[in-house]
């Protein structure tokens, strides 16, 4: 089935229903680590989305635009997992990057967990560097300046 990729805002409800069914894809899941419901309003106030769809949503990267600093912060990202590896994210965080440099930003930065080693050698491939950590997660940015896209 053919994918479409788009730059949306969602509602509070599409939101709750995307993280109960992306949760349990996580290691660990989200809800162990968050009230679903409370992030769910957080993005939906705040957050614009990069979608993959087929008929429904199969991928997603959450960001915000913090203006003061130029910066397009990254929180969440997921690809279902019965489409992973099939260049989906990469695509998706190509479509995200182009946007952010034609818009003026410096950079985007985004915490992985230390044990993702897959999301990290993407981020790496993408241009992203380890920046700083605390506890189990690396701090990653990218540098618009320093890349073509």
């Known amino acids: 089935m053919l994918e ?13 229903e995307i993280l109960r069914i992306m949760s349990p894809q996580f290691d660990p899941p989200l809800s162990a680590d968050m009230n679903i ?5 957080k993005l939906s106030d705040n957050a614009t989305f990069v979608l ?15 203006m003061p600093k130029a910066q397009i912060y990254i ?3 997921w690809v279902d997992q019965a489409y992973r590896g099939n ?18 930003f410096n950079n985007s930065e985004l915490e992985v967990l230390k044990a993702n080693n897959n999301a ?4 790496n491939s993408l241009g992203y560097i380890k920046e700083g950590e605390h506890g189990n997660k690396y701090l990653m940015r990218y540098n618009f300046d ?4």
């Not at 993959?52 to 990267?61: E, G, H, Q």
């Not at 965080?93 to 818009?103: C, P, Q, S, T, V």
């Open 4 to 16: 479409s990729y788009s730059f949306e805002r969602l509602s509070e409800h599409q939101v709750i």
């Open 37 to 41: 419901d409370e992030y769910a309003k």
């Open 52 to 66: 993959c769809k087929n008929v429904d949503i199969i991928a997603l990267i959450a960001y915000y635009k913090n």
């Open 75 to 77: 929180p969440l990202v």
């Open 87 to 104: 260049g989906i994210s990469r695509t998706m965080f190509n479509l995200l990057l182009e946007k952010g440099k034609k818009e003026g």
């Open 120 to 123: 990290i050698k993407l981020y």
């Open 146 to 149: 320093n890349t073509d896209i």
